[in-house]
Nanobody, 130 residues
Framework: QVQLVESGGGSVQAGGALKLSCAVS????????MGWFRQVPGKEREGVAA???????????FYADSVKGRFTISQDNANNTLYLQMHSLKPEDTAMYYC????????????????????WGQGTQVTVSS
């Protein structure tokens, strides 16, 4: 059974940085979509960043316009971990952040950004104060 466990959330001041981690276990597919999403109470969950991963080509990434240039999604295949490096954080980045995973045929980061995901983590809270 696939399990995803996020960590790295916390409270920072505006302009600060955080790095979220998502540890994956129980997953055996060689190609996949992975993504970071966030949700504020009372609002719909929104995509933050996504990546298509296979063992042949370089990963293909895609970002929401609101985080482009500030956030970076990456993965460590050896350690089965997905990361989200966040810089220049803003109060509007405050949310619960979730990682997600699904098997995929050949795809792109853009496809992965809009895909429906099978497996989700429990979330990690990010709070940015002004």
């Amino acid at each position: 059974q696939v399990q995803l466990v996020e960590s790295g959330g916390g409270s920072v001041q505006a302009g600060g940085a955080l790095k979220l981690s998502c540890a994956v276990s129980g997953y055996t597919y060689r190609t996949s979509c992975m993504g970071w999403f966030r949700q504020v109470p009372g609002k719909e969950r929104e995509g933050v960043a996504a990546v298509y991963i296979d063992d042949i080509d370089a990963p293909s990434t895609f970002y929401a316009d609101s985080v482009k240039g500030r956030f970076t999604i990456s993965q460590d295949n050896a350690n089965n971990t997905l990361y989200l490096q966040m810089h220049s954080l803003k109060p509007e980045d405050t949310a619960m952040y979730y990682c997600a995973l699904r098997p995929s045929g050949f795809a792109t980061g853009a496809y992965c950004f809009g895909a429906a995901y099978d497996s989700w983590g429990q979330g990690t809270q990010v709070t940015v104060s002004s």
